[in-house]
């Protein structure tokens, strides 16, 4: 089932809404909204509806039965992982996440749609990357990799543990690259830590998109495929939706 906003009402909903609406109010301020029982909840972002897990389960298409084991990078406070564990019924859906406060949030929602193939991993992708020392079929990074410091390493990690990597990630425009590091170009990003979106590290390194590529293919990756470009909203920087495969 590939979610839809006109699906919320199908989705399973194991608490009631005074419950959701206490459990709600306990663990905010949100980012992520959700719909339960006809109301909406949490933020603003009902990142279970977001096009790009809903383009990863298209390019899956009927391989979604060969995906057993999937890992998350980075789940913020769950909606992408929902929307996961939702289409991929018969799939372990692994779910990371560095805060300890968005794991919790992310559990209520698992809690609210009533999954039970989710388990939530509370792994610093930088180090060690615990989680990426398993075997996955898949891993999906959205929003994740340019808050990291060193983005070749974690992209090599990521092709040793799974064959598959859908990636959407923020990168340097060709003309702001000013920094080479390891023959990388891109640019170093000031991270103001202390929002709930940002890396937990003070800085972090933007490649251009050569760059990226070739971060990827050196890391093992052997195929990568470019569904879109973009310019974000926030004006971080030019974004890249792209799947990185073995084979």
């Not at 406070?77 to 564990?85: N, R, V």
Request: charged letters at 20%; hydrophobic letters at 40%.
């Amino acid at each position: 089932m590939i979610l839809t906003n006109n699906t919320s009402q199908s989705i399973s909903v194991s608490m009631d809404t005074s419950a959701i609406a206490a459990e709600v109010d306990r663990l905010g301020p949100w980012i992520t909204g959700f719909t339960a029982g006809g109301r909406d909840f949490g933020g603003q972002y009902f990142a279970e509806y977001d096009t790009r897990v809903r383009a990863f389960l298209d390019w899956l298409g009927p391989r979604r039965t060969g995906i057993r084991r999937l890992l998350e990078c980075g789940c913020l406070e769950g909606g992408h992982t929902a929307a996961l564990a939702s289409a991929l019924p018969d799939a372990q859906i692994f779910a990371t996440e560095i805060r300890e406060e968005n794991l919790a949030r992310a559990a209520l929602l698992a809690r609210v749609r009533n999954l039970s193939n989710v388990r939530f991993l509370s792994d610093d992708l930088e180090e060690p990357a615990a989680s990426l020392e398993d075997a996955y079929d898949a891993v999906v990074c959205i929003g994740l990799l340019y808050h990291l410091r060193d983005p070749a390493k974690f992209l090599a990690r990521c092709a040793r543990s799974s064959p598959i990597l859908w990636l959407w990630t923020i990168y340097c425009a060709e003309t702001e690259a000013v920094v080479t590091e390891n023959g990388y170009r891109g640019r170093i990003y000031a991270e103001p830590t202390a929002h709930p979106l940002s890396g937990v590290r003070t800085e972090s390194f933007f490649p251009s998109l050569g760059s990226l590529a070739e971060m990827a293919l050196a890391g093992g990756y052997r195929r990568i495929e470019i569904f879109e470009r973009e310019i974000t909203k926030n004006g971080n920087g030019p974004a890249v939706l792209l799947c990185a495969t073995r084979t």
